[in-house]
């Protein structure tokens, strides 16, 4: 399993509209402190999330969306989900797409802020039918998508409805993306390990970096790493998991560089960033 970390921030560092500190001193460092908002491919045809970012995700490294048959959304919030780009796949469109529809997996919040959107623009559910078919997910399911194994699972990150967290499962592997959640219970364990799942790689929210503010809907790196040591003692984690930590924001007061040294010398972590690739 191939995962490539296309975006790897919340509201993007440099933010849009700000110049705090943190995003003048990201502008200035360049390079991998230059965050787009989150996103990750895996292979070349599953997709997680699809922002506003896309575009420039793909372009980043090399890429359009064409070979991408499914994407799997988290929520609704629009670092995650701006469905209007959708639309340029219609026919006429997009050409020589990988597979004529387009499987999208999201929350029932989801598809229904969607279908809003969708007749208030008056789209033609003819065209879109041609080219997507949405599947409503619910937390707590384990279910095939293409070659993969989904379960998806509760984020907490009540402010947007139904938020999920998912593990992917290809070939004996197994990848846990946990972005978009505080600190979530031990029943999330408890069903991973019901089901037998094992993780090779854990990805968890650092929303709030190196910080404990309180900010219930987004994790710290001690959150992620009190998670990483929970999933290991539940016997969770392979041996020689990696651990990784993801979605960072200018809110948590620090850069990349920051960001890196921190994450491995505190609490035994690596960072994404913009363009990462993982083999598992
Ligand atoms: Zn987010
Ligand atoms: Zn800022
Ligand atoms: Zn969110």
């Given at each position: 399993m191939k995962l490539?970390?296309?975006?790897?921030?919340?509201?993007?560092?440099?933010?849009?509209?700000?110049?705090?500190?943190?995003?003048r001193r990201a502008l200035a460092a360049g390079g991998r402190n230059i965050m787009r908002r989150s996103q990750v491919l895996i292979n070349d045809d599953l997709l997680i999330d699809f922002s506003g970012d896309s575009y420039s995700n793909f372009i980043n490294v090399g890429k359009t969306l064409s070979n991408v048959e499914h994407v799997l959304i988290t929520h609704a919030h629009d670092d995650h989900f701006t469905f209007e780009d959708f639309?340029?796949?219609f026919e006429g469109i997009a050409y020589n797409v990988r597979t004529e529809k387009l499987r999208i997996y999201l929350s029932s919040v989801a598809y229904d802020i969607m279908q809003k959107c969708i007749t208030a623009r008056g789209l033609d559910k003819k065209s879109l039918g041609k080219r997507f078919e949405f599947i409503v997910v619910e937390p707590y399911t384990t279910f095939p998508v293409g070659k993969y194994t989904v379960t998806a699972l509760p984020a907490?990150?009540?402010?947007?409805?139904?938020a999920l967290i998912y593990l992917i499962e290809e070939?004996?592997?197994?990848?846990f993306y946990g972005t978009d959640t505080g600190f979530f219970s031990e029943e999330t364990d408890a069903f991973l390990a019901r089901e037998g799942k094992k993780i090779d790689l854990l990805c968890l929210d650092c929303t709030k970096c190196d910080n404990e503010f309180n900010y219930y809907v987004h994790m710290s790196m001690s959150e992620g790493r009190r998670?990483?040591?929970?999933?290991?003692?539940?016997?969770?984690?392979?041996?020689?998991a990696a651990l990784y930590y993801t979605h960072f924001s200018h809110n948590g007061g620090m850069i990349y560089d920051e960001l890196a040294e921190v994450a491995r010398s505190k609490y035994g972590f690596a960072v994404t960033y913009d363009g990462l690739t993982v083999t598992l």
């Open positions: 490539q970390f296309l975006g790897t921030a919340a509201e993007r560092i440099p933010a849009m509209f700000c110049a705090c500190d943190t995003c639309f340029s796949r907490v990150h009540a402010s947007c409805g139904e070939d004996g592997k197994a990848f998670i990483a040591d929970r999933f290991a003692e539940g016997g969770l984690l392979k041996d020689g």
